[in-house]
């Protein structure tokens, strides 16, 4: 029995419960200023969850003829978790309230409502200490003043009041006093803390108001007794063992010892972090906001409700989207492909506070739902419909984040979005910085930001000999140009036969249902059974297949590497060794076939990390999601990501490398070839277009007697910046062609094919291209 490594792992984890995570409670309590004596410590696995608990424990009451109904009244400006509380409250007949900020305070009393003995439903009223969008920091003077129903909407309505306040965002870079300010309920995250560990949150609970709440659910460590045979239950008076149900995740619960130990050593307390922060902010802030392109117009617009003139009322969040030159607005998407360019980390989209994302955007409820029958959904990359933004970029500062981090970002955006020469609205900058005392280095960046690199690119270089050009620099194609007929040429085709591995080559070759045959056919994953591309792994690069379809066979070549070979199955025989197992891909799930130990070896021993080769099983189908806003049919895919095929025109691929070569003469990077450039950008169709970028346009092309719809432009991500000679990475050529299109990386378009030539229809390099307008 005490050989037993079960019953020994439950002597451990008691023991550690009772002594060690006793000690962790106490000290989150400390470090909000209050004791056990007042609130109660529920470890959830995050924030999320101890919302959720509140939701499904808070005593809701339906309307009776006495009494009102209980009532959820909520910020509009709060996350997605606290306003999803109302999916519990909607089924119990309880009103949900949104409130707005400017509501609570402009329709709040001078005094404090009188209790009402005979009316004692509970309500609850839930708001961010700060802004997860705009780090806008929300009074905590709120708590009392709900508590007393001196506030709207208490004010409004008889009953007992109590306050949820998130302090998730709140408590990474500000102190919290619960002693001076008694919320009822505060759920915490403490990965947005400290960064770790990042499946544990808590539920901060006022023991005062505990007693309230209904746990219907009980598992092990939460009954006091129950009975197997009757309906006899008694819950253990502990409120946090009540509802944590099982056993708690300790280790992690034990390392906030160490987290809090860390905060404490580098920084003396969190008065210091929020000054070091704010610091930071503001700086970013006031530079970002004072920044111009050539001609005057603003770089960023703001979204804030303040001027960082304060750290009790604005915390260390900026949040923004860049125009351009003409004020038109810079997907958000955009914006952090370049970034991870940089190492620089920024989130984007709405960031799960729809309320506070249709206020600063002003979008409104209809815009919400096109939104959606568009194809946009939360959490997706469409960050522009009808040239409006679908949300944003924000950038966070934590107490490890530096000076240099501000620098980096500034001169991330004049670098990537920056019509130069760079200008800064200096009446502005100067109103800001007379708003507080702070001093800072500012008119130094400033000089770096406009004096030093990068030097203004002069597209004036096309001008002198194109005098009618296009927005990409290209000439104007008239209308009547825009018409069926126009010749242009197939002059490569390439296969990948292993997704995110090298091209194969090759003049003429067939097509299948699913695409060029072969192509995308198949994929190297990992350990994990999870799919590695160029971002995870560059090296795929270097793996060279090629397809020989005389002897059915798949080769695998790379440098000092033996060559193998893969047969190219008997679709109808399936080898009895090789496993079906599910993958996913792009959000899908497909059914793929294990190729066997010898290609898991090879390629383990070339990537340096257990792998294995599977193939797209035949009996499986995957049908496109792109481009039915254009009217593209469902179409049966490969494993590849969005389309069947990715064309690409040789006179833009040209364009780009003069651009590339321009920005890069003051410099002593060798400049990229076209062959390189080519291979870059992974394309099964390379044509000799006429124009450049004409291929955006585009509705319909054949080639040869193959009809094809175009599915949409291709977003471009930093892939391209890998060296498909070396594997290495760098910046080029995403940046010069997010520079030259204005912040718009896309680059080829891809197709479908509408028809084939027979069950033996061929492309062939040589094969005239005809091409259809859209419109």
Same mark, same amino acid.
Request: charged share 20%; proline share 5%; with cysteine.
């Given at each position: ?53 509140? !939701? ?12 009102? !109904? ?128 990042? $499946? ?47 056993? *708690? ?12 130990? !860390? ?35 603003? *770089? ?160 004036? %270089? ?22 069926? $007929?126009? !010749? ?84 109808? %025989? ?157 910046? %080029? ?31 062939? *390099? ?10």
């Amino acid at each position: 029995m005490y050989n037993d490594p079960k019953h020994t792992s439950k002597v451990v984890a008691k023991w550690l419960k009772d002594n060690k995570v006793y000690h962790v409670r106490y000290r989150i309590l400390q470090h909000f200023n209050t004791t056990p004596d007042k609130y109660s410590v529920i470890f959830t696995s995050g924030c999320t969850a101890a919302l959720k608990l509140v !939701a499904e424990s808070f005593p809701w009451r339906p309307p009776t003829a006495t009494e009102p !109904a209980s009532q959820f009244c909520y910020l509009t400006d709060n996350h997605t978790s606290v306003v999803g509380i109302r999916g519990v409250t909607s089924a119990l007949g309880v009103v949900s309230l949104p409130v707005s900020p400017k509501e609570i305070e402009a329709r709040a009393r001078d005094v404090a409502q009188s209790e009402c003995s005979s009316c004692q439903t509970p309500h609850l009223f839930c708001y961010p200490a700060q802004s997860n969008f705009s780090g806008r920091k929300y009074s905590l003077g709120y708590v009392r003043g709900i508590q007393a129903r001196k506030l709207y909407p208490a004010c409004d309505s008889q009953g007992r009041w109590f306050v949820l306040l998130d302090a998730a965002s709140f408590a990474s870079c500000s102190p919290l006093d619960l002693q001076e300010h008694p919320a009822d309920f505060v759920p915490l995250s403490f990965y947005k803390m400290f960064g770790f560990p990042t $499946g544990l949150g808590a539920l901060l609970v006022r023991n005062d108001t505990a007693a309230l709440l209904r746990k219907a659910y009980f598992g092990g460590g939460t009954a006091a007794a129950y009975l197997a045979g009757e309906n006899y239950y008694v819950p253990t008076p502990n409120m946090a063992n009540r509802f944590e149900d099982g056993t *708690v995740s300790f280790l992690d619960v034990i390392a906030l010892n160490h987290s809090f130990d !860390a905060l404490h050593k580098l920084t003396g307390g969190m008065d210091k972090v929020q000054l070091h922060t704010f610091g930071l902010a503001r700086y970013t802030y006031m530079l970002l906001s004072s920044l111009c392109h050539g001609n005057g117009q603003p *770089v960023a617009q703001i979204y804030s409700d303040s001027e960082f003139e304060n750290p009790s009322m604005q915390g260390a969040i900026l949040n923004f989207n860049l125009t351009d030159c003409h004020g038109q607005i810079v997907g958000y998407s955009q914006v952090d492909k370049l970034a991870s360019l940089f190492n620089i980390h920024v989130r984007t989209g709405c960031f799960c506070n729809t309320g506070a994302c249709q206020l600063f955007l002003g979008t409104t409820n209809q815009d919400v739902k096109s939104n959606l029958q568009a194809g946009h959904v939360c959490g997706d990359d469409v960050d522009l419909v009808d040239g409006r933004p679908t949300g944003s970029v924000r950038v966070s500062f934590g107490y490890m984040s530096t000076f240099q981090d501000c620098q980096n970002f500034l001169n991330f955006v004049v670098e990537c979005f920056v019509e130069k020469p760079v200008e800064v609205d200096q009446v502005k900058l100067d109103r800001l910085k007379s708003n507080t005392s702070s001093k800072g280095s500012s008119p130094c960046l400033l000089t770096m930001l406009t004096n030093g690199k990068p030097k203004h690119i002069d597209n004036g %270089e096309h001008a002198a000999t194109e005098p009618v050009v296009n927005e990409y620099g290209g000439k104007a194609i008239t209308k009547e140009a825009k018409s069926l $007929g126009k !010749a242009q040429y197939l002059t490569n085709i390439y296969i990948y036969p292993i997704k995110s591995c090298a091209a194969f080559e090759v003049t003429d070759w067939p097509v299948c249902p699913l695409g060029l045959l072969h192509d995308r056919g198949w994929m190297v994953v990992n350990g994990n059974g999870v799919c590695l591309n160029q971002k995870r792994e560059p090296r795929l690069c270097l793996i060279h297949p090629q397809i020989y379809l005389p002897s059915n066979t798949l080769l695998l070549q790379a440098s000092g590497m033996d060559t193998i070979s893969v047969p190219l199955e008997n679709y109808n %025989e399936p080898h009895q060794s090789h496993g079906v197992c599910q993958s996913k891909l792009c959000g899908d799930r497909v059914q793929t076939v294990d190729c066997g130990d010898e290609a898991a070896s090879w390629l383990s021993e070339f990537l340096g990390q257990p792998c294995r080769l599977i193939r797209q099983s035949p009996d499986f189908i995957r049908n496109m999601k792109k481009g039915h806003e254009k009217g593209v049919s469902s179409t049966a895919l490969s494993l590849v990501n969005e389309a069947q095929y990715l064309m690409i025109n040789h006179a833009s691929v040209d364009l780009l490398q003069r651009h590339i070569t321009s920005r890069q003469e003051s410099s002593d990077h060798q400049p990229l070839d076209i062959y390189e450039l080519v291979s870059r950008f992974r394309a099964n169709l390379v044509i000799s277009g006429l124009e450049p970028f004409e291929e955006d346009d585009w509705s319909h092309l054949i080639i040869g007697n193959t009809h094809f719809q175009v599915a949409g432009r291709c977003g471009r991500c930093q892939m391209i910046g890998v060296d498909q000679n070396t594997g290495a990475k760098t910046k %080029e050529p995403l940046l010069s062609l997010s520079a030259y299109r204005k912040g718009k990386v896309t680059f080829g378009v891809y197709l479908v094919h509408q028809s084939l030539d027979g069950s033996n229809a061929t492309l062939s *390099v040589g094969t005239p291209v005809m091409s259809q307008w859209s419109g």
